[in-house]
């Protein structure tokens, strides 16, 4: 499954890009994050909680980030183990173009779930990643404008 958006954050792309590098931020903003641990530079490990219509799975996750084209990329990678409910594994593209109301970030992320989540439906599945990319977006975009007050 692909899922496109955009979403106009009034703050310069280096903030943008910075904060998207920045585990605290990310902890913060991911929708049923419950644990999120940064090994290297680029690797994190997360523990995520996801409900999908009937099966709620907590994911076990590792993530790597790329951030070797910013600040106008943002790449990460990730697979997640949510023992009997399934697997999900997927990558993010993040293009963050400035413009004269901050910055506009444009993402396309790609995602594979398999197992049981996998049974319980395209339509549920996209629906929650949905509203999960557009929650932690909302998310990012508050804790990044708090923190510049």
């Given at each position: 499954?692909?899922?496109?958006?955009?979403?106009?954050?009034?703050?310069?792309r280096?903030?943008?890009?910075?904060?998207?590098?920045?585990?605290?931020?990310?902890?913060?903003?991911i929708?049923?994050?419950?644990?999120?641990?940064q090994?290297?530079?680029?690797?994190?490990?997360?523990?995520?909680?996801?409900?999908?219509?009937?099966?709620?799975?907590?994911?076990?996750?590792?993530?790597?980030?790329?951030?070797?084209?910013g600040?106008?990329?943002?790449?990460?990678?990730?697979k997640?183990?949510?023992?009997?409910?399934?697997?999900?594994?997927?990558?993010a593209d993040?293009h963050?173009?400035?413009?004269?109301?901050?910055?506009?970030?444009?993402?396309?992320?790609?995602?594979?779930?398999s197992?049981k989540?996998?049974?319980?439906g395209?339509?549920?599945?996209?629906g929650t990643?949905?509203?999960?990319?557009?929650?932690?977006?909302?998310?990012?975009?508050?804790?990044?404008?708090?923190?510049q007050?």
């Amino acid at each position: 499954m692909v899922l496109e958006e955009e979403v106009q954050i009034p703050l310069d792309r280096n903030t943008v890009f910075h904060a998207l590098n920045d585990p605290e931020v990310l902890k913060q903003s991911i929708p049923g994050c419950e644990e999120l641990k940064q090994i290297s530079d680029t690797e994190l490990e997360a523990t995520v909680v996801i409900k999908f219509g009937p099966v709620k799975a907590s994911f076990n996750s590792n993530v790597e980030i790329d951030p070797s084209q910013g600040p106008e990329l943002f790449k990460l990678a990730g697979k997640g183990d949510a023992g009997v409910a399934g697997f999900a594994s997927g990558g993010a593209d993040v293009h963050l173009e400035e413009n004269d109301a901050g910055t506009l970030l444009k993402y396309v992320v790609n995602i594979d779930i398999s197992g049981k989540l996998a049974q319980v439906g395209g339509r549920l599945i996209e629906g929650t990643s949905k509203r999960i990319a557009k929650k932690f977006f909302a998310n990012f975009e508050e804790i990044l404008l708090q923190r510049q007050t």
